[in-house]
């Protein structure tokens, strides 16, 4: 008979769950875990949401547009001329904002 | 000025590789495309002006994901309620590429706003957990850590985020007979 790992304990359907489809329980624990799932329904419910969850929190992922990293790229540049310890030539990009709202941006 | 083009070049050889990462943040904090720009840029600008003062991380993404964070969160706040003004139509001809495909990437575009719609009617907390751990791959410790809270707390938002996606898009999941 397997022994439930002391850092299992106390059973925690959300919080276990959470770790397992995280990838983030080590061998013993997964193992013990796995073990876990065949009798306990809550948990093997838990685990099939939350791997549903995590595949479409993950399908929302997107590349940054390439226009964006070259603005970034002379925003970083423009910053790194001016004078460290004096006033530094603000970005021509960051005063886009500014100009949108009518000069009550942030 | 030497010295700067030096550190200027290993601060974007250090960070560059991490802007997906800061963008879809920064796209989970804020709603259009414009005022997401600037957060990421505003990200980087404050990263660099950090990093020229010898404020160096053991790790970028957590950091740059930190920086973005507390940037939305104390200059950007308001702007997270203004809608996007991408439509729908827009994504599906942005996204065309043949007439064959047009059905298909329709429906792919309609599940996509869902997808969105569905994120942002998350409670934030949750919204950040799933961004920082299933979308930009840090572990949950360091999502803890970004989110300056306990790591069960994130485990516990993380886990509440995940099964309300998967419970307000998908089908019914399988019987638990199906194991």
């Known amino acids: 008979m397997t022994r439930t790992p002391q850092r299992m304990r106390p059973h925690d359907p959300e919080r276990n769950a959470a770790e397992y489809v995280s990838g983030e329980l080590p061998g013993r624990t997964r193992r013990w875990f796995e073990s876990h799932l065949l009798d306990c329904e809550d948990c093997w419910r838990e685990v099939l949401l939350g791997r549903l969850g995590r595949r479409l929190g993950g399908d929302v992922r997107e590349l940054a547009p390439a226009g964006l990293r070259d603005r970034v790229r002379t925003t970083v540049e423009v910053e790194a001329q001016a004078d460290p310890s004096g006033d530094r030539i603000r970005s021509p990009w960051l005063g886009r904002r500014r100009r949108h709202a009518g000069g009550n941006g942030p | ?179």
């Not at chain 2, 973005?68 to 997270?80: H, I």
């Open chain 2, 1 to 179: 000025m030497g010295a700067d083009t030096t550190e200027n070049e290993a601060f974007l050889r250090a960070t560059m590789g991490s802007m997906d990462l800061v963008y879809n943040v920064a796209r989970r904090m804020v709603r259009r495309r414009e005022d997401v720009e600037d957060l990421v840029q505003e990200t980087y600008l404050a990263a660099f002006r950090a990093w020229r003062g010898h404020r160096r991380p053991e790790r970028v993404e957590p950091w740059l994901a930190t920086i973005c964070l507390n940037l939305a969160r104390s200059r950007f706040r308001r702007l997270s309620v203004r809608p996007e003004e991408v439509t729908l139509g827009q994504t599906v001809e942005a996204t065309r590429t043949a007439p064959d495909d047009t059905e298909r990437e329709a429906l792919a575009a309609v599940e996509r706003e869902e997808l969105y719609r569905a994120m942002w009617d998350l409670p934030e907390e949750q919204r950040v957990a799933i961004t920082l751990v299933d979308l930009s791959g840090l572990t949950t410790a360091e999502a803890a850590e970004v989110m300056r809270t306990p790591r069960g707390t994130v485990l516990s938002r993380l886990h509440r985020g995940r099964r309300a996606l998967a419970v307000l898009l998908a089908d019914p999941i399988p019987e638990v007979t199906d194991r």
